[in-house]
């Protein structure tokens, strides 16, 4: 029920209005002076003022000023007998939300009453949005500053709290197990067990048992039981990664521990139950899946109640400064390398390449640099990248080499999300690389005379330092 703090000092009229707005669903708060309104303002919360201008003492419109001092979003009407244009202006030059004319109608000051109540809440709400929209969500661990990222991160902040079954999907190495770690951190589960199990790492003769744990005998060289995954994170979270290559009578089994919190044993009989938080994680289209028969359809719905898709590194290229002064930072503190950063060179490097390994590929390059690198500023010819999987030839071959062409024609020309130049670019980069920065030699990988490359590597933005 709103709280309406009505100051008025003719008693009658108090009561009148203290009666009426009971009546019409308000709790009502009184004062017949504004000293006494604004010491119970500073003491209680209050959703609306309705007040006097002509007051003892300090008078109605000083008082609705030092009101809204003490709270400046409070709505505030005031009542007049002496009504004027001027009267008015000056009321809502002061903060007023609207004012009313003695002698009044009780129907039409609730209405005005209930229209600034609507208005209000309606600016809180949008006051919130703005912030939740303006807000950085950031998770210990996590790096991601690009708005991709960042819708990720706040559904995990609303989800965390639940219950709620989640299927992560993306490409490998996006970093699918650092949001289901995020989303165990953040529930109320934390303090219980996390439990990763890794589908594609077990054998699938042995995924049940891994899974729901087996009795004694159940197998030969089944000599004592053994509980499974499931069990030992009761109360906690199972992450299932790479759950579309979960075999399909074990899908009837993850299906009834979803339904019914129930399972026994490999060759067990007594029904087991358990309390579990249960996150997947999946690189594969399990649509397509559906479609081919491969996953079961009402195991996908169990599994979908909250999807939460994880872009590419090459789709929030907004991170990558940032992950990389993160891993710069980390390693080099491992390593225990004076390593200060990294030059802006090197970073167009970095931004510019197509990462099909996404953050773990950027990881482990980095890695690799800080670990052979002996200064204090990496640069461009201190990082390796990983060109070969990608390339349509191979310029470890020689220069100018060509061959059979061995590929689909269906097959694409390019990497997807690459454009032809930015091919190029890491083409000549990969040839620099490759030369350790000399510049003719990298001419004749390529193709190209010594003007040419520098030409190129001018407009890539690469300086052309002596050799």
Known sequence: MP??????????MLRLLELNLSDGGYTTRSAASAEAALSLLRQES?????????????????????????????????????????????????GASDYVLKPFSLEEIKLIIRKELDVHHLREENRSLREALGR???FKNIVARSPKMQEVLATVERVAPTNSTVLLGGESGVGKDLIARALHQHSRRASGPFVKINCTAIPENLLESELFGYEKGAFTGAVASKPGKFELADKGTVFL?????????????????????????LGGTKTLKVDVRLVAATNRDLRAALEQGTFREDLYYRLNVVPISIAPLRERKEDIPYLVDHFIARFAREAGKPIEGITP????????????????????????????????????????????????????????????????????????GMTLERYEDEIIRE???RAGGNKSQAARMLGLSRNALRYRLSKMGVPDEPE
């Open 431 to 433: 040839a620099v690389r």
């Open 46 to 94: 209050v959703d609306l003022v309705l007040t006097d201008l002509r007051l003892p003492g300090m008078d109605g419109l000083e008082f609705l000023q030092a009101a809204k001092r003490v709270n400046a979003a409070l709505p505030v009407v005031v009542m007049t007998a002496y009504g004027t244009v001027e009267t008015a202006v000056e009321a809502m030059k002061a």
């Open 3 to 12: 709280t309406v703090l009505i100051v008025e000092d003719e008693p009658k």
């Open 241 to 265: 990664d790479e759950i579309g290559d979960v075999p399909g009578a074990i899908q009837v089994k993850l299906l009834r521990v979803l339904q019914e919190r129930e399972f026994e044993r």
């Open 136 to 138: 950085r969500y950031e």
């Open 345 to 416: 060179a090197a970073m167009k490097l970095l931004a510019d390449f197509h990462w099909p390994g996404n953050v773990r590929e950027l990881e482990n390059i980095i890695e690799r640099a800080v670990a052979l690198f002996a200064g204090t500023v990496i640069d461009v010819g201190d990082i390796q990248l990983d060109v070969s999987a990608w390339q349509p030839w191979s310029l470890a071959a020689g220069a100018n080499s060509t061959g059979p062409n061995t590929a689909s024609p269906a097959a694409p020309v390019l990497p997807g």
